[in-house]
C-alpha cells in the first residue's frame, strides 16, 4: 500500500492509503525503514498533517476509508470526525451518540485506525481525565495534542 513517512513534533508518523483513501496513521520508530511508494492520498495526508502540526489547518479534508474493526467501532470512529477542534467529549457523550457504551466506545478509540485526522484524542474521561491512548507516548501524546489544539503546546 502506498505510504508515506514524515516527522511531528509527537513523533514519526507513516500515512497508509489504499490508492484512493487513508487508511491508517502510525507512530514509527525513528529507526524504522522510510518508504518509497507514496501517492496522492498519502502525500495530500502529509501535507495536512504538517499543516495542521504548523497551526494552519483545524479539519481535515481527506478521503477515508476505515478497515477493520466492528459496526460499533465504525460508528464511534465516524462520529469522532465531528468533534471540534480544541473541544473534547467523554466517552459517554460519545456512547451516547453512537448507541454503546462508554467502555466499549473506549476500546473503538483504542482501535482506530487514523489517529489525529479521526480525532480519538479530544474523548476523555466523565471527570475530563485523559484515560488512555494508543499512540506516540500514550496520554503524553494525547495531552500534547489537546494542549496544542488549545494553543498550550510544549515540549513532550
Partial sequence: MPAVDLDS???RLRVVSDGDALVRVTWIGDHAPALEDSDAVSRETAAQLK???AGGLTRF????RFVGG????RAVWETMRAIPHGEVWTYGD???RTGGVARAVGGACGRNPIPIVVPCHRVVGADGKLVGF???QGVATKSWLLDFERGQTRLL
Fill in 51 to 53: 499543516a495542521y502540526f
Fill in 134 to 136: 494508543s499512540g506516540g
Fill in 61 to 64: 479534508d481527506l478521503p477515508i
Fill in 9 to 11: 513534533p509527537t513523533g
Fill in 70 to 73: 466492528g459496526s460499533l467501532d
Fill in 94 to 96: 460519545l456512547a451516547a
